[in-house]
T-cell receptor
Framework: EDQVTQSPEALRLQEGESSSLNCSYTVSGLRGLFWYRQDPGKGPEFLFTLYSAGEEKEKERLKATLTKKESFLHITAPKPEDSATYLCAVPAGANNLFFGTGTRLTVIP | NAGVMQNPRHLVRRRGQEARLRCSPMKGHSHVYWYRQLPEEGLKFMVYLQKENIIDESGMPKERFSAEFPKEGPSILRIQQVVRGDSAAYFC??????????????FGEGSWLTVV
């Protein structure tokens, strides 16, 4: 059965302290890995799609990378406004996404 | 605002009542998805619709839940005879084309249902 596991469940960083979030997956024939950001009381906001091992994408302080078994979301010099839950997802069937339970990031000023 | 629009944002229903959640997809999008997020759980797929058609309802509970996306108007997720376990955030999403064709799925802000 396809699985997505995110770690850690929660992460507290000082402002400026870089770190990485992990998303491990067991999917046969990966057809994309997706990263979303979710703020409390809001819907998921699309960040990145990665399709092949070795691919990298960047947006401001975020960089997503993909290997054959996992994806990392690197956060460089985070700011308090980066505090959110970060979700990764993989395709499940033709029409939907299977989401991990997320990493809740808190950046302390 | 050209994003996915959901209403109501918050809804309180007593056990046994009906809940209707509405979703207008992004402009130009004709593919709609509904997901549910229970407290402390991840987002779970419920149903995928195109105009006037339910394409995939594999995540939909067999009873009390239904969805539609009429030719005109928003998509509706209907929950009949609500129970406390239905309390959750319900997210609508839309895409320009089919997800498996590489189209990004964009989410709305959600409808929070509380059953008392």
């Amino acid at each position: 059965e396809d699985q997505v596991t995110q770690s850690p469940e929660a992460l507290r960083l000082q402002e400026g302290e870089s770190s990485s979030l992990n998303c491990s997956y067991t999917v046969s024939g990966l057809r994309g890995l997706f990263w979303y950001r979710q703020d409390p009381g809001k819907g998921p906001e699309f960040l990145f799609t990665l399709y092949s091992a070795g691919e990298e994408k960047e947006k401001e302080r975020l960089k997503a990378t993909l290997t054959k078994k996992e994806s990392f979301l690197h956060i460089t010099a985070p700011k308090p406004e980066d505090s959110a839950t970060y979700l990764c997802a993989v395709p499940a069937g033709a029409n939907n996404l299977f989401f991990g339970t997320g990493t809740r990031l808190t950046v302390i000023p | 605002n050209a994003g996915v629009m959901q209403n109501p944002r918050h809804l309180v229903r007593r056990r046994g009542q009906e809940a209707r959640l509405r979703c207008s997809p992004m402009k130009g999008h004709s593919h709609v998805y509904w997901y549910r997020q229970l407290p402390e759980e991840g987002l779970k797929f419920m149903v995928y619709l195109q105009k006037e058609n339910i394409i995939d309802e594999s995540g939909m509970p067999k009873e009390r839940f239904s969805a539609e996306f009429p030719k005109e108007g928003p998509s509706i997720l209907r929950i009949q005879q609500v129970v406390r376990g239905d309390s959750a955030a319900y997210f609508c999403a839309s895409s320009l084309g089919q997800r498996h064709s590489g189209n990004t799925i964009y989410f709305g802000e959600g409808s929070w249902l509380t059953v008392v």
